[in-house]
Structures are given as structure tokens and as C-alpha cells.
């Protein structure tokens, strides 16, 4: 999984979440929630004279040098988010499993031509340009030197050295005219913190013939064996429908090494589009990952309609907003892939997990479903310490996998029996899960939460897919994962991430491309059965709908145990069943 791994901000932005089973609840229980942006409000400071405060907060910067005040004549691009009208209504729309379409979203929710007029008229009068509106009202870009934005923000940015690359940040929160209260919710582009870690986990194991020490390589899986294990025998394909990947930089080499897969696997070539949002850019650090996600949502699907390869600038918050932003506007796919994220902190003080919801809120409602990885550091983020994928650091959630508008997918240890057949799951070590301190539970999670059970508070992850090393999946490529796979065994859950989406793809081809939102069919289907007998295995689980219930295990934090739980969801999909009964 690609890390959101941004320059540590203060220690005292920490706090533990409870264990599972215990009854402690993250910090902030019972606070309000924000009728605009449907994430936990803020404690902010009253806002100057003649200011309104929006989400995006000051970045309190530690463990690197403040070398003073940023170049005032830097030119900086910035991402306006606009509020959502009727926010809560379409959210329950959402939750009802109603679908608008884009005329419903322009005269209902979209924000209003006066109110974009409005922010778009102050912009202009702050010296900002290139102004651009968004097709569906909710994100205005404009671009200005550093003077030009902190004049129009009231704030202050500063300039940092410290790690491998000198980053900017604003040290003051971000405000707008009193008049623009509650129309702007968020402001992106006041820091360039992107740092993410590349390419999914790989082991040392060989593979293709040569011996393999049964300690680092329990088994490996291919896409047909993955359809095996999961059970798509008789399933139909995703012959209907179209994937779109989430990725970043210059994906030639990734294309190039994703189309090697194909012949490897003996699988379909599957149509494909590159969408380029933003700039191009010349980095190349995520190619591994985005083979993988291109191979093994397309490979566990058989065969795809078309495939969508969305490449921004950067990983910053700022280019993630404005990808998501395409995707759904451009609704090409009713299924997407994003094999990254970060520690949920991060996007909650600078606002973008705001915008970010608005978008995916958006998307959820024309019935189009992200998949997310849950994060490969068991139940902490790394944010502030970088434990190579071993459980530790603090313990928050990852976002955009916290996102009540994303399925999350988690991470298991996959056993199959001799002849591939299913045989159990364990929660991956490292598989990220628990419960959110900043985004409030959707309704379809209420009631099935070991801890909260009245759903104020958003748990993780949705469902589960193998991600361990030690059953991960096969991969060819040059620069597959860390250099050439010829071919290697990578993991992590930005594997579990792109199996789910396929499999979900899957579903929608069976179903006409008819399902909307897939939370509400998942645990529909999920809390709509009762649970089965206990398969021995081992690993032990229980048939529960069209899941696998992990019973034992644990990712550090938290424990599997019959019904949902903060590892694994609601457990790993039988293909065929789940499909059925959906």
C-alpha cells in the first residue's frame, strides 16, 4: 500500500481509541456533528473580525527545522471546496439506496451559480488566477503567488527543511470574508506534504520452480487461483463493466508490465484509457503499485468491460480531491480503486477529508463505489513512526479507508486446500482496521459494531482479502514491486483493495450494472442471513450471507470474532454466494 506519509505534526494531536470489546470510545464522543461536511466539527478559535473559519486548520510542524516565512512570490495552486446543499438528504438517499442523477445533483445538492459566483468574484479580487469551476460546482481551483493566497486566507505559510525534500505549510489556519461562511468548507493547496512510501510489500521468496522456504511463502495465488479460493466457479464475469485505478505520475512502465500479467495469466487484454488529471508527471515511485491493482482487479474479474487508469500530479490531498473529483464527474465506472491513504489525522486538520467526503458522498449517490485500502500497520497508523509494516505507531485509522463513502478493504492470511478450494483466513498482522476518531459511522454499520453500537463512530475495515506476504500474489514486471519480479510475491492490502473491486465488478455485471453503492448490499446481505455452522479448517470461520466470518486472529489492536469486527469487517466474499443473494 502507498503511504500517506506526512511530516509529523504534534504529539498532542494523539489519543487512544478503545480495544476491541472493551467500552471505551475515541475522543470527541458526542460532539455535534457538522451539518455541512458530515465529519466531527472542530474545536476552532473564534475567527477574526470580518473572517469566517473553514475546516483546513494550522499544521503544527515538529521533527523539522522552520526556516521562516515561505517566498512570497512562489506561485502556489489552490483547491477551494464549496459546501454541500442538503448534505444530510442526499446522505440519507444514500443509506436508502436511491440513486440521482446529475440534474437531481445540480438543482438539490450541487452548491449554487451565486454561490460559486460569489467565491469565484473574491478570488478574482485577491489577484488569483486561472480560476476554473468544477462540473459539479463543489471544487474551484485558481493558482496566485504565496502573497496572493495568504492575503486572501489569512493566513501564513512557512518554509521547512528537514527529512529527504524541504516542504511549505501553513502555521495559521485558513479563513475566508464573513460573507463566504458556510460556502467554503476547506482550502487545499496551503502545504505540498505528499511523501508517500512506494510499491506494495514483497518477499524475498523465489518462486516459478525454485525452492521456497515454506516460512516466507505459505502459497501464492494468481488470478485464477484467487477465483478458485474465493469461489467465482459459475460466477459471471465482469464482462458489462468498466474499472477505473486511482494512480499517480508517469504509469507508462506500469501499463507496459501490466500487459506482461495479462499474457503470464493467460488472461483477456482488457481495453484501456489513461485519464490524466492535472499535470503530467514524471515520477515513476507507484508503477508497482498500480500494475497490481490494474492485474488483480482485472485478473479476479476475468474478464472487464474496460479499464480507467486515473494518473494525478502527485499523492498530495490536494490532486487525490481533484481525481475524485473526475472520477465522478466523468462517471465512467461504477467502480473504483485507490491502493493508498494515511493517517486519518492528516486530512481532518487540513480539511481535504472534508472535500474529499463531499466528493465521494457525491459519487456514492450516482451509485459508483471506491474501494480503499485499510493501510498495512495493523491497527496504528505510521504516520509518526515507520515500522516497515509491522504493527505499531498511534492509533487512528487510515483515510480515504475512514471515508463513511469508500469500502474499506482490509487485510487476511489466505489458506487453500489442495485441490484451491477455500480453507480459512486469519486477520493479516498488519492489516489496518479499528475505529475512526473523526468521521461519524454510516447507517449501514449501525447496530453490527462490536463497541459502538449506536454507530457514532466509523469502523474499519468493511470487508477483508488476502494481503499477507506470506500468500500473496504473483506478479511479473521491470519494476513490478521494488525492481524486477521476474516474477515476485507482493501483499499488503492495496492487494485485498483491487480484488474486492473486481469482485464487486463482478456483481454489477451479474445485476445489469444496477446495484449502486455497494456498503448497502454488503451488509444487507451480511446482517440479512443468519451465520452457519463453524468450519473447523483451521484457520476456523463460519459461512454469514455471502461472507466468510473470520474467528480468530488479530491485526495488534484488535480481535477477530464471529459478526464484524475491526480486522477483517464482515469478512472475506463468497463470490458465487454473494452475488446470488445480493
Same mark, same amino acid.
Not at 487545499?188 to 516459478?208: D, I, M, R, W, Y
Not at 458489462?240 to 508517469?250: H, L, S, V
Not at 475505529?435 to 469502523?459: C, L, M, N
Not at 475491526?566 to 469478512?571: E, F, K, N, Q, V
Given at each position: 500500500?502507498?503511504?500517506?506519509?506526512?511530516?509529523?505534526?504534534?504529539?498532542?494531536?494523539?489519543?487512544?481509541?478503545?480495544?476491541?470489546?472493551?467500552?471505551?470510545?475515541?475522543?470527541?464522543?458526542?460532539?455535534?456533528?457538522?451539518?455541512?461536511?458530515?465529519?466531527?466539527?472542530?474545536?476552532?478559535?473564534?475567527?477574526?473580525?470580518?473572517?469566517?473559519?473553514?475546516?483546513?486548520?494550522?499544521?503544527?510542524?515538529?521533527?523539522?527545522?522552520?526556516?521562516?516565512?515561505?517566498?512570497?512570490?512562489?506561485?502556489?495552486?489552490?483547491?477551494?471546496?464549496?459546501?454541500?446543499?442538503?448534505?444530510?438528504?442526499?446522505?440519507?438517499?444514500?443509506?436508502?439506496?436511491?440513486?440521482? !442523477?446529475?440534474? %437531481? +445533483?445540480?438543482?438539490? *445538492?450541487?452548491? $449554487?451559480? /451565486?454561490?460559486?459566483?460569489?467565491? @469565484?468574484?473574491?478570488?478574482?479580487?485577491?489577484?488569483?488566477?486561472?480560476?476554473?469551476?468544477?462540473?459539479?460546482?463543489?471544487?474551484?481551483?485558481?493558482?496566485?503567488?504565496?502573497?496572493?493566497?495568504?492575503?486572501?486566507?489569512?493566513?501564513?505559510?512557512?518554509?521547512?527543511?528537514?527529512?529527504?525534500?524541504?516542504?511549505?505549510?501553513?502555521?495559521?489556519?485558513?479563513?475566508?470574508?464573513?460573507?463566504?461562511?458556510?460556502?467554503?468548507?476547506?482550502?487545499?493547496?496551503?502545504?505540498?506534504?505528499?511523501?508517500?512510501?512506494?510499491?506494495?510489500?514483497?518477499?524475498?521468496?523465489?518462486?516459478?520452480?525454485?525452492?521456497?522456504?515454506?516460512?516466507?511463502?505459505?502459497?501464492?495465488? !494468481?488470478?485464477? %487461483? +484467487?477465483?478458485?479460493? *474465493?469461489?467465482? $466457479?459459475? /460466477?459471471?464475469?465482469?464482462?458489462? @463493466?468498466?474499472?477505473?485505478?486511482?494512480?499517480?505520475?508517469?504509469?507508462?512502465?506500469?501499463?507496459?508490465?501490466?500487459?506482461?500479467?495479462?499474457?503470464?495469466?493467460?488472461?483477456?487484454?482488457?481495453?484501456?484509457?489513461?485519464?490524466?488529471?492535472?499535470?503530467?508527471?514524471?515520477?515513476?515511485?507507484?508503477?508497482?503499485?498500480?500494475?497490481?491493482?490494474?492485474?488483480?482487479?482485472?485478473?479476479?474479474?476475468?474478464?472487464?468491460?474496460?479499464?480507467?487508469?486515473?494518473?494525478?500530479?502527485?499523492?498530495?490531498?490536494?490532486?487525490?480531491?481533484?481525481?475524485?473529483?473526475?472520477?465522478?464527474?466523468?462517471?465512467?465506472?461504477?467502480?473504483?480503486?485507490?491502493?493508498?491513504?494515511?493517517?486519518?489525522?492528516?486530512?481532518?486538520?487540513?480539511?481535504?477529508?472534508?472535500?474529499?467526503?463531499?466528493?465521494?458522498?457525491?459519487?456514492?449517490?450516482?451509485?459508483?463505489?471506491?474501494?480503499?485500502?485499510?493501510?498495512?500497520?495493523?491497527?496504528?497508523?505510521?504516520?509518526?513512526?515507520?515500522?516497515?509494516?509491522?504493527?505499531?505507531?498511534?492509533?487512528?485509522?487510515?483515510?480515504?479507508?475512514?471515508?463513511?463513502?469508500?469500502?474499506?478493504?482490509?487485510?487476511?492470511?489466505?489458506?487453500?486446500?489442495?485441490?484451491?478450494?477455500?480453507?480459512?483466513?486469519?486477520?493479516?498482522?498488519?492489516?489496518?482496521?479499528?475505529?475512526?476518531?473523526?468521521?461519524?459511522?454510516?447507517?449501514?454499520?449501525?447496530?453490527?459494531?462490536?463497541?459502538?453500537?449506536?454507530?457514532?463512530?466509523?469502523?474499519?475495515?468493511?470487508?477483508?482479502?488476502?494481503?499477507?506476504?506470506?500468500?500473496?500474489?504473483?506478479?511479473?514486471?521491470?519494476?513490478?514491486?521494488?525492481?524486477?519480479?521476474?516474477?515476485?510475491?507482493?501483499?499488503?492490502?492495496?492487494?485485498?483493495?483491487?480484488?474486492?473491486?473486481?469482485?464487486?465488478?463482478?456483481?454489477?455485471?451479474?445485476?445489469?450494472?444496477?446495484?449502486?453503492?455497494?456498503?448497502?448490499?454488503?451488509?444487507?446481505?451480511?446482517?440479512?442471513?443468519?451465520?452457519?455452522?463453524?468450519?473447523?479448517?483451521?484457520?476456523?470461520?463460519?459461512?454469514?450471507?455471502?461472507?466468510?466470518?473470520?474467528?480468530?486472529?488479530?491485526?495488534?489492536?484488535?480481535?477477530?470474532?464471529?459478526?464484524?469486527?475491526?480486522?477483517?469487517?464482515?469478512?472475506?466474499?463468497?463470490?458465487?454466494?454473494?452475488?446470488?443473494?445480493?
Amino acid at each position: 500500500m502507498k503511504k500517506l506519509a506526512v511530516a509529523t505534526l504534534t504529539a498532542a494531536l494523539l489519543a487512544s481509541c478503545g480495544g476491541h470489546g472493551s467500552n471505551a470510545l475515541p475522543p470527541g464522543a458526542g460532539a455535534a456533528q457538522s451539518a455541512v461536511t458530515g465529519v466531527r466539527t472542530a474545536t476552532l478559535a473564534v475567527a477574526p473580525t470580518g473572517w469566517a473559519n473553514t475546516s483546513t486548520q494550522a499544521l503544527k510542524i515538529v521533527n523539522a527545522s522552520d526556516t521562516g516565512a515561505t517566498n512570497v512570490t512562489q506561485t502556489l495552486n489552490i483547491t477551494v471546496g464549496l459546501a454541500m446543499r442538503n448534505q444530510s438528504q442526499l446522505a440519507s438517499a444514500v443509506a436508502s439506496g436511491q440513486q440521482v !442523477d446529475d440534474g %437531481t +445533483f445540480m438543482a438539490t *445538492y450541487a452548491p $449554487t451559480s /451565486a454561490q460559486v459566483s460569489a467565491v @469565484t468574484s473574491y478570488l478574482q479580487s485577491k489577484g488569483l488566477t486561472n480560476i476554473s469551476v468544477s462540473q459539479n460546482n463543489l471544487v474551484v481551483t485558481a493558482s496566485g503567488t504565496a502573497a496572493h493566497v495568504q492575503s486572501a486566507f489569512n493566513t501564513n505559510l512557512h518554509s521547512f527543511a528537514g527529512g529527504t525534500t524541504p516542504f511549505f505549510a501553513n502555521v495559521t489556519p485558513a479563513y475566508v470574508p464573513s460573507n463566504l461562511g458556510g460556502i467554503v468548507v476547506a482550502v487545499l493547496g496551503l502545504n505540498n506534504l505528499q511523501a508517500f512510501k512506494p510499491t506494495p510489500h514483497v518477499t524475498s521468496c523465489s518462486v516459478e520452480g525454485q525452492t521456497t522456504p515454506p516460512q516466507e511463502c505459505l502459497r501464492f495465488y !494468481d488470478p485464477a %487461483t +484467487f477465483q478458485k479460493a *474465493y469461489d467465482a $466457479t459459475g /460466477a459471471s464475469s465482469a464482462y458489462a @463493466t468498466p474499472i477505473a485505478i486511482m494512480a499517480e505520475g508517469d504509469p507508462t512502465q506500469a501499463i507496459t508490465d501490466f500487459r506482461t500479467n495479462e499474457s503470464k495469466f493467460g488472461l483477456p487484454q482488457v481495453p484501456l484509457t489513461r485519464v490524466q488529471v492535472g499535470l503530467a508527471s514524471t515520477d515513476t515511485a507507484g508503477n508497482g503499485e498500480w500494475t497490481l491493482d490494474m492485474t488483480y482487479s482485472t485478473g479476479i474479474a476475468q474478464n472487464v468491460k474496460a479499464l480507467y487508469l486515473y494518473t494525478t500530479t502527485s499523492l498530495t490531498d490536494q490532486d487525490i480531491a481533484l481525481e475524485y473529483n473526475k472520477w465522478v464527474t466523468q462517471h465512467y465506472t461504477n467502480v473504483g480503486n485507490s491502493s493508498f491513504g494515511g493517517c486519518e489525522v492528516f486530512p481532518y486538520l487540513d480539511g481535504s477529508m472534508v472535500i474529499m467526503d463531499n466528493l465521494l458522498l457525491e459519487g456514492a449517490s450516482h451509485g459508483q463505489t471506491m474501494f480503499a485500502s485499510s493501510g498495512d500497520n495493523g491497527g496504528y497508523c505510521n504516520q509518526f513512526v515507520d515500522t516497515n509494516g509491522a504493527p505499531g505507531g498511534a492509533p487512528f485509522v487510515e483515510y480515504p479507508a475512514a471515508s463513511p463513502y469508500v469500502t474499506a478493504v482490509g487485510g487476511t492470511d489466505l489458506f487453500s486446500n489442495a485441490d484451491g478450494s477455500y480453507k480459512g483466513e486469519t486477520p493479516w498482522e498488519a492489516g489496518g482496521g479499528g475505529i475512526s476518531q473523526f468521521e461519524y459511522s454510516p447507517y449501514w454499520e449501525t447496530g453490527v459494531q462490536p463497541v459502538d453500537k449506536a454507530g457514532s463512530f466509523r469502523g474499519v475495515p468493511d470487508v477483508a482479502l488476502d494481503a499477507s506476504l506470506e500468500t500473496g500474489a504473483e506478479l511479473w514486471g521491470g519494476q513490478a514491486a521494488n525492481g524486477s519480479c521476474t516474477p515476485c510475491v507482493t501483499g499488503g492490502t492495496s492487494l485485498a483493495s483491487p480484488l474486492m473491486a473486481g469482485i464487486w465488478a463482478r456483481a454489477e455485471s451479474a445485476h445489469g450494472n444496477s446495484l449502486g453503492f455497494a456498503p448497502i448490499r454488503l451488509y444487507k446481505d451480511f446482517t440479512g442471513h443468519a451465520a452457519g455452522a463453524v468450519v473447523a479448517g483451521p484457520p476456523a470461520w463460519q459461512p454469514d450471507g455471502g461472507f466468510h466470518d473470520i474467528l480468530t486472529g488479530t491485526n495488534g489492536l484488535y480481535t477477530a470474532l464471529p459478526g464484524y469486527d475491526y480486522t477483517t469487517g464482515l469478512g472475506s466474499p463468497d463470490i458465487a454466494t454473494l452475488i446470488k443473494q445480493i
